[in-house]
């Protein structure tokens, strides 16, 4: 059975300011998940879902499914702040998405294969792909909690603009994750990597430590799980007046891991990042993008 790519696209872009998601980047106005998805393809998967907001469906459809007919088949979930387990509000006050785990959610009807979760404002590279494709396409049928995070090194993520948030790993002798923990304020000071703390210090690590940029793979008992410990989540009065809190991915991952219930492996990869995560990274993105299609690597028009 192929796999599914579901791409995360329900972002509010407040760091970007604006709906970064549809911003055509590529010589023909492809955007960067339109690279995703053609890789994607060429790694032999066989549909793409997609998250995203409600209020720009139309302007989605236009702009970007329409691209894909005759390539891959492909679906729309949205993502919303009411989308909640049964007896559970969502406060009146929030403004801000439940986060990308809640995301992930919203695909549990549609998705009854292996999956690979992504962003879609991050230029992943080829053989992330390529790599999460073989393992996700290579599982017994039927397995359960055998899952996989492709590892980037934190020295070839970074933003010359700003902080990133990434989700800061470590791994056993097995290659398999034992933790992973979100950090939301990433940058280089004086020449080292470092990340801000629950204390507000900045801490130093090494340029090679792996990182998750959110592609992930899995199978479909990981909604079960999900929904489960979403309520786990929403039970907490913390994560109901904080207005700001949100259910990620790697909580669900380190969960999981702590019980026993799945492992991870971390699939290494070399490549190097590239994104929007600030308006000011964007010439640099379009720059990098077009050299790629001059040296051969992607056609001109991506989807004819």
């Known amino acids: 059975m192929k796999p599914t790519l579901v791409l ?3 972002g ?17 106005g492809e955007t960067i998940m339109d690279y995703s998805i053609y890789d994607a393809i060429q790694a032999g998967f066989g549909k793409i879902v997609f998250i995203i907001r409600k209020d720009f469906e139309d302007e989605f459809r236009e702009k970007i499914l329409k691209k894909y007919e005759g390539h891959v ?13 049964e007896g559970f509000c969502c406060p009146k006050d929030r403004v801000k998405p439940w986060g990308t785990n809640h995301a992930v959610l919203m695909a549990k009807d549609v998705v009854k294969e292996p999956f690979c979760v992504i962003n879609c404002d991050d230029f992943y590279n080829r053989d992330c792909f390529k790599v999460i494709g073989k393992f996700l396409s290579e599982l017994p049928e039927g397995s359960r909690g055998k899952y996989a995070m492709v590892g980037f090194r934190v020295g070839n993520t970074l933003s010359e603009n700003g902080t990133v948030a990434r989700g800061i790993c470590s791994k056993d002798e097995n290659e398999n994750l034992t933790t992973v923990v979100e950090r939301t304020e990433i ?4 020449g080292k ?35 489960e410990y979403f309520k786990e989540f929403l039970s907490k009065p913390e994560n109901m007046t904080n207005l700001k809190s949100e259910f990620f991915i790697p909580l669900m991952v380190n969960k999981l891991i702590n019980d026993g219930t799945a492992t991870v492996k971390v699939l290494d990869t070399t490549s190097k990042w590239f994104g929007v995560t600030y308006a000011a990274d964007r010439p640099g993105t ?10 051969g690597i992607y056609p001109e028009k991506l989807f004819k």
Do not use: H
């Not at 088949?73 to 387990?85: G, H, K, N, R, V």
């Open 8 to 10: 995360l696209a329900a």
């Open 12 to 28: 509010m872009g407040s760091r970007y300011g604006g709906l970064k998601q549809l911003d055509g980047l590529g010589p023909n």
């Open 73 to 85: 088949p492909a679906e729309l979930c949205f993502q919303s702040l009411d989308a909640l387990p």
């Open 187 to 190: 940058m280089r000071i004086d």
């Open 193 to 227: 990597v470092s990340y801000k703390d629950e204390n507000g210090e900045w801490v130093a690590i090494e340029d090679n430590t792996p990182v998750s940029m959110n592609v992930w793979g899995f199978t479909p008992e990981y909604f079960e799980y999900s929904e």
């Open 286 to 295: 379009v720059e990098r993008i077009q050299k790629l299609v001059d040296e």
